[in-house]
């Protein structure tokens, strides 16, 4: 991938676009009565993925933007699980899908007990209609893995493990508290697979706080020898004034645009040369992984775990703060696991905000997804298959068109191609189809 950094580009702020209207379209007005509704009205049979997320960690690293908390004492698991349960119990009932998903995250599952988490597997595929076989997967850290845990996992039907690697380099991870060596990452792994756990993601972070290109190039080079099926490989996002554990990061010690940029296509070039297929502009996966099988055969989709090949629209969020997903609604649990817990043992659904989707922001959301997705978009047939006029994204072509002129996109006739040299830019030139932006 050639280097090509256009500033005014990449350090344009736009969203990740794992839903469109993205959160920050997200309002009050949206509440229980509208998930009960979009519950109800998924289709018999239909593919459904299921979203549970566990908010607490062991300790807090201060790079994180999830919604979680230090773990402390055994209990606040103990109340959460009884919580999570009950919001089971609400939701099982309306939701007529059939769950072919689970994916727990968080935060830190395997803060969770090996037993407790062996008993919501078990309690999410008895109370929903699911397939006899979904794929489970659950985000781990490393530092709380062992053997033990993994074939406790891998007897409960957990298929993948996602490790919260981010980078092997010890005086980065010092500076976002999340000390790991590499031999704690490879023997987790290695416990993985010997449980019979084969699918094994990792999470990889650049632009982090003293990081160096060579930084990144040595976790690449760590991270090869153990062939983790896929790879996502995100951009920190420096943001105190929202999320005040990042104020620990001294802001003078993070790489600047240029060379954020250049570790990101350095990672690119080694993970490609090594046999990885590149996903849209942040995940890798090896060529025999399904989501490079999905991206081959153009059934990629994106939600809010990111790039997927699982089939079906809907998302069922389970937990606080996490987002359901439907064709027509947004909905977002309540954040605070005080409040969510109230809202759950009284067997409310616990939806606090939200956005209907119109039919304009479904065909923009599509028309987003398929530019993340695969890269390219046929705006013509695109409108035309929307029974829209050619003109449909007049507004969105004249942005498309700067970005042409900076040779960042082709544009010949109705036809929108990100070459790879510019899959960077993939968000910023998805944007362009934004209407709240």
């Known amino acids: 991938m050639n280097n090509g950094y256009l500033s005014e580009v990449y350090e344009r702020p736009v969203p990740r676009y794992t839903s469109y209207p993205t959160a920050m379209e997200f309002h009050s007005s949206i509440g229980a009565p509208d998930t009960a509704q979009a519950l109800s009205a998924v289709t018999p049979g239909t593919p459904v993925s299921l979203y549970v997320h566990i908010p607490y960690c062991r300790e807090i690293c201060w790079y994180c933007g999830c919604n979680t908390g230090a773990l402390g004492n055994g209990r606040r698991l103990d109340s959460y699980i009884e919580a999570l349960e009950a919001e089971i119990a609400t939701v099982a009932p309306l939701m007529r899908g059939q769950v072919v998903s689970i994916h727990f995250g968080g935060g830190s599952p ?46 409960a039907g957990v298929t993948r493990a996602s490790l919260g690697v981010q980078c092997f380099a010890p005086h980065v991870q010092a500076r976002i508290n999340r000390v790991q060596p590499a031999e704690m990452v490879e023997q987790a792994v290695n416990d993985l697979r010997e449980a019979g756990i084969l699918a094994v993601n990792f999470d990889l972070l650049h632009g982090l706080p003293l990081q160096t290109s060579q930084d990144v190039a040595d976790t690449i080079e760590r991270t090869l020898t153990m062939r983790p099926d896929r790879i996502a490989l995100f951009a920190y996002a420096h943001n105190p004034r929202l999320l005040p554990r990042q104020r620990m990061i001294d802001a003078a010690t993070l790489p600047q645009g240029p060379e954020r940029f250049v570790q990101a296509q350095l990672a690119h070039d080694l993970l490609v040369a090594a046999g990885y297929e590149a996903i849209g502009f942040d995940h890798f996966a090896l060529p025999t992984d399904p989501l490079a099988l999905a991206a081959r055969q153009g059934r990629l989709r994106r939600n ?46 616990p939806t606090v905000r939200g956005a209907a989707r119109s039919a304009e922001d479904r065909i923009r959301g599509e028309a987003i997804e398929r530019l993340l997705c695969d890269g390219e978009l046929d705006l013509d047939r695109f409108a035309a298959r929307h029974g829209a006029s050619t003109d449909a994204f007049a507004s969105a072509r004249t942005k498309l068109q700067g970005f042409a002129d900076r040779n960042v996109v082709t544009l010949e006739g109705g036809r929108l191609s990100v070459p790879i040299k510019s899959r960077q830019y993939l968000r910023a030139v998805a944007s362009a189809f934004d209407q709240y932006r």
């Open 110 to 155: 395997n803060a969770l007990a090996a037993p407790a988490l062996a008993g919501l597997i078990d309690r999410l595929r008895t109370s929903f209609d699911a397939v006899a076989r979904p794929e489970i997967a659950v985000e781990l850290d490393p530092r709380l893995a062992s053997a033990d845990y993994a074939q406790v996992m891998a007897k």
């Open 304 to 349: 809010f775990q990111g790039f997927t090949d699982e089939p079906g629209e809907s998302v069922i969020g389970l937990g606080a703060s996490s987002i359901s997903q439907f064709s027509g609604l947004l909905a977002q649990n309540e954040k605070h696991v005080g409040r969510y817990r109230q809202f759950a043992l009284a067997g409310m659904l």
